[in-house]
Every structure is written in C-alpha cells, then in structure tokens.
C-alpha cells in the first residue's frame, strides 16, 4: 500500500452516506477502511473489495477508539493528523457553552530534523499542480 492514500470512514453501514463515500474514495484508488458500530458492521459486508476493508469502530468507546488507532497508526500519519483537526473542531463548538475553549495550533514550516527528512524524501516527488513552487516549498 506504499503510496496508496488510505482513508479512513465512519458510519458505513449499507444506506448512509459513509457508505456511499466508501464507494467514491475507491474508485477515486484510494484504501478505504470502511467502519460503523459493532451492530453494523454486518450492513456493510457488500461492501468489502480489493480496495476497502471493514473495521469495527465505535467512536464513543475510548476502548474501541484506542483499538482502531493501534490497528491503523502505522499506515496513515496524515489521517492522525487530520483526525486531530476534526477532532479539534468538534471539541470546540462542543465545549464552548461551558466555557471551554479549544485552540487547534498548527505552527507551518519550522526547522526541525522532521522537515529535513520530509525534503529529502520528496526531492524526487512529482509536484504535478505545485511543480512551479517546488523550490519555495523546500526552501520553507
């Protein structure tokens, strides 16, 4: 799967919208791990092929959550940094009545030995829409 954008959906079983992004996530070739409760996960059987797979995913049990992000963690380091915004974001309007705020901070470009690592393995990436600001990206 080296490569291969890997996209994690909740809510799948057969009818709703998850499952319907299930479906587009992978034709658009990407992996897709399809998930719902442990009472759904059989409505969404017809929809296991080469590129999803199903997954047992209660998102209100921290047990069931702490199982998914040890099963996952290794393939997909962007979506733990996009489940954080969401979650973020969610934290915040949630929070808000009490009189909780929730700051998502996402500092940019910084040197630091992850930036260096991350230029040298994209020096031969093909930036395709972004190839006339390849040096900028680098140099930031």
């Not at 998850?18 to 587009?24: D, V």
Request: aromatic letters at 8%; glycine letters at 6%.
């Amino acid at each position: 799967m080296d490569g291969l954008k890997i996209v994690l959906v909740t809510g799948c079983a057969k009818g709703g919208i998850g499952y319907e992004y299930c479906k587009a996530f992978s034709e658009q070739n990407c992996h897709v791990i399809a998930s719902d409760v442990p009472q759904r996960v059989d409505d969404m059987l017809d929809i296991q092929s080469k590129n999803i797979e199903t997954l047992e995913l209660d998102v209100s049990s921290d047990e069931s959550v702490s199982s998914a992000v040890k099963l996952l963690y290794p393939r997909s380091y962007c979506a733990s940094k996009a489940a954080v915004h969401a979650m973020s974001n969610t934290l915040r309007v949630e929070l808000k009545p009490f009189g909780i705020n929730v700051v998502l901070v996402v500092p940019g470009a910084i040197r630091s030995n992850f930036g260096r690592a991350t230029s040298e393995k994209l020096a031969n990436y093909d930036w395709k829409l972004y190839k006339d600001f390849k040096e900028a990206i680098a140099e930031s």
